[in-house]
């Protein structure tokens, strides 16, 4: 389930909505996780990647960054991303709707906090069973959530490493990656030719063997 639901201004890290799961509902302390997700958010910039996935143990935070706003939430690992990242995509469409054009203007924290009402609203309706049941029909941008990168936590925050470092880390490996797979095939074809020319250069000696000592 949805545990904790944050709306912050990527620019420096202003919290502009929140939402958290009521303790005694949820039988965990929320404090330290919601202490990371602020912590999380002054470290986004506009490099960081626009989709993520932060693991935290037993939790994960999840997030999506458009318009320069970033919609974060809190869930139990096991929860399926297709359903947060759809939550999110939710929220982030009625929120940008509502107060878009007010969000650079803002210096007050929680500013929409009034916004909670939509917030805990869309959360039901990610909860109920009967979207658990639909998940190929939620309407989300991600074609493939498991292609959305994956990072600790705990290695973010105490490197104090900025999330755009590890995007770009990540498009370096995926890069070498392709490199490898590039010269592996190269390789493959150089040798199949070498093979096919081996295998020529018996046949003719073979011919002009059979031509010269048996005719």
């Given amino acids: 389930m949805v545990l904790l639901t944050m709306i912050a201004r990527v620019a420096d890290g202003l919290p502009l909505a929140a939402s958290m799961q009521e303790d005694e509902q949820s039988g965990r302390d929320l404090q330290h996780y919601q202490s990371q997700a602020k912590q999380l958010c002054r470290k986004l910039n506009a490099q960081s990647p626009n989709r993520c996935t932060l693991e935290a143990g037993v939790m994960s935070f999840h997030y999506v960054l458009e318009h320069g706003v970033c919609y974060l939430a809190l869930c139990e690992a096991v929860f399926p991303k297709k ?6 995509e939710d929220l982030q469409t009625e929120f940008h709707e509502q107060h878009g054009k007010k969000v650079p203007t803002v210096s007050r924290p929680y500013s929409f906090i009034e916004f909670d ?6 959360k039901k309706n990610y909860i ?3 979207a658990r049941r639909n998940l190929g029909s939620i309407n989300t941008e991600l074609q ?12 973010v925050l105490q490197r104090g490493e900025a999330l755009s470092a590890l995007d770009t880390k990540a498009s370096n490996l995926s890069s070498l990656s392709k490199k490898y797979r590039s010269d592996a095939k190269y390789l493959n074809t150089r040798s199949t030719y070498a093979k096919i020319a081996a295998g020529a250069v018996f046949f003719i000696t073979l011919i002009v063997y059979v031509r010269f000592w048996w005719i």
């Fill in 117 to 122: 009402t939509y917030i805990q609203k869309t």
């Fill in 144 to 155: 493939d959530v498991q292609r959305i990168m994956v990072a600790n936590i705990e290695e």
């Fill in 128 to 130: 109920d069973s009967r």
């Fill in 83 to 88: 359903l947060v990242f759809g939550y999110l």
